[in-house]
């Protein structure tokens, strides 16, 4: 069975003394997984390592950047390389979500170049795709994500994509407080899924884990966990609260 992943995206959000407090809330809960279920934690830059730490005695807990440069060293002031969060053994980084496609410029070629410089530095790739309202209000919305996945993604080999991560997440849905409906989420789920079974082969789309991401709660996880194709989900706000993260990691399948 292809993972089931609650991942946090904390963003810009929290002290490095709030950021403890939170790690050692939530992991003292002792939520247990299953071989299949993981807890990714994606936490900004300078708390990365104290995170590790945190969690590395709990089976299944993972940490994540929420970015890295699409190059591998040099002067770029200010930018954090694949190579870095290797060396500090860091398991996932997010990529390409719609808060830096939009505020920071990144496109779906400078994706695929981020994409390419994580997995050649062992990290895992949550790949970020998902449409704007208008879209959405168009009913455009399949071939939108579908060009945002073959753009960034269909230049790799079938290896690399096998046990992929990929997050959707509707751009209206995102700290809006509007979720997407179960079957909104199921009905892009298959579409992503199918996109990667034309190119790849069904081994290869059933291997990967397509998570859910727009104001996921406590009380919607598990209706939209339950769903088919959805593989967990990507969780921003929710995130920051102890109680509410734990009950969303307990709604995976
Ligand atoms: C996100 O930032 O990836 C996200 C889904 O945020 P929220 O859960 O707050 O909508």
Not at 88 to 110: A, K, L, Q, T
Not at 231 to 239: I, N, Y
């Amino acid at each position: 069975m292809r993972k089931q992943i609650a991942a946090a995206n904390w963003k810009m959000n929290l002290t490095l003394q709030q950021a403890n407090e939170l790690l050692d809330e939530i992991t003292n809960k002792n939520i247990s997984l299953s071989p299949d279920q993981q807890v990714v934690f994606g936490v900004p830059f300078p708390y990365l390592l104290l995170a590790s730490e945190k969690v590395k005695s709990n089976a299944g807990y993972f940490i994540a950047a929420q970015n890295c440069y699409n190059q591998a060293s040099g002067a770029y002031t200010g930018e954090v390389s694949a190579v870095m969060l290797s060396s500090c053994e860091i398991g996932f980084v997010i990529i390409g979500h719609s808060e830096r496609r939009e505020y920071f410029w990144e496109d779906n070629e400078m994706l695929a170049q981020k994409v390419d410089i994580c997995l050649s530095n062992g990290l895992k790739p949550i790949f970020c795709c998902g449409e704007p309202l208008e879209i959405r209000e168009a009913e455009t919305q399949n071939a939108y994500v579908e060009t945002q996945i073959k753009e960034s993604l269909f230049h790799l080999e079938s290896s690399a994509l096998h046990n992929f991560v990929v997050a959707y997440e509707p751009i209206w849905a995102i700290g809006t407080g509007k979720t997407a409906s179960a079957e909104q989420a199921q009905e892009m789920h298959a579409h992503i899924r199918s996109v990667f079974a034309q190119k790849y082969g069904n081994d290869i789309a059933e291997s990967i884990s397509i998570l859910y991401g727009g104001s996921v709660k406590a009380n919607n996880a598990n209706e939209i966990f339950g769903k088919k194709d959805v593989d967990g989900g990507l969780v921003g706000g929710a995130s920051l609260k102890a109680d509410e993260f734990a009950e969303i990691i307990k709604g995976l399948k």
